[in-house]
């Protein structure tokens, strides 16, 4: 394993624990239900998102190291 691969590995790491923080917290927004129908929906939408966001970043990595 050369270190190309070790430092592409790393940084996907951090991006998908940085992406999987983001969906922690909307998740705990939308269990407070403080906020008004409108972002709540918005808020469901962009943890879809985020859940696409991490699996392509971890393709792109498996892509990456064939």
């Not at 050369?2 to 909307?26: K, M, P, Q, S």
């Not at 709540?40 to 990456?64: D, P, T």
């Amino acid at each position: 394993m050369n270190l190309f691969v070790i430092g592409d590995l790393l940084g996907v790491i951090g991006e998908i624990l940085l992406a999987y923080t983001v969906v922690r917290v909307h998740h705990r927004i939308l269990e407070d239900k403080k906020i008004d129908k409108k972002v709540l929906s918005s808020i469901s939408h962009e943890q879809v998102l985020a859940g696409v966001a991490m699996i392509l970043i971890f393709g792109g990595f498996v892509v990456r190291t064939l």
